[in-house]
Nanobody, 125 residues
Framework: QLQFVESGGGLVQPGGSLILSCVVS????????IGWFRQAPGKKREGVSF????????YYADSVKGRFTISRDNAQNTVYLQMNNLKTEDTAVYYC??????????????????WGQGTQVTVSS
């Protein structure tokens, strides 16, 4: 079973920054696309950013390109999401997950069997 423990969420003002961390266990990161979905109240869960752990290729949703940066530390089994210039529309619960793949682009949410507990990000003045 794949396991994910997220941390780093919180309350931040518009224009601020946060770093989310996801510690993974139960699998080796090679040949997995690992990353983040988010879900705001009343909205569908959407793919935000993923990284293909074997070669570092990345995926970003259009809404976060240029503001978010995903990275990984395979030795520490950890994936990070640096979020800069946060906007109120970034407010959501952020979930970490992974699936075997050959590319970083996320699959539809039902394709993932295992998820972290989520971390709340609130952007508000």
């Amino acid at each position: 079973q794949l396991q994910f423990v997220e941390s780093g969420g919180g309350l931040v003002q518009p224009g601020g920054s946060l770093i989310l961390s996801c510690v993974v266990s139960g699998f080796t990161m090679d040949y997995y696309a690992i990353g983040w979905f988010r879900q705001a109240p009343g909205k569908k869960r959407e793919g935000v950013s993923f990284i293909y752990s074997s070669d570092g290729r990345t995926y970003y949703a259009d809404s976060v390109k240029g503001r978010f940066t995903i990275s990984r530390d395979n030795a520490q089994n950890t994936v990070y999401l640096q979020m800069n210039n946060l906007k109120t529309e970034d407010t959501a619960v952020y979930y970490c997950t992974a699936e075997q793949s050959t590319h970083p682009a996320p699959f539809p949410p039902p394709s993932y069997n295992d998820w972290g507990q989520g971390t709340q990000v609130t952007v508000s003045s």
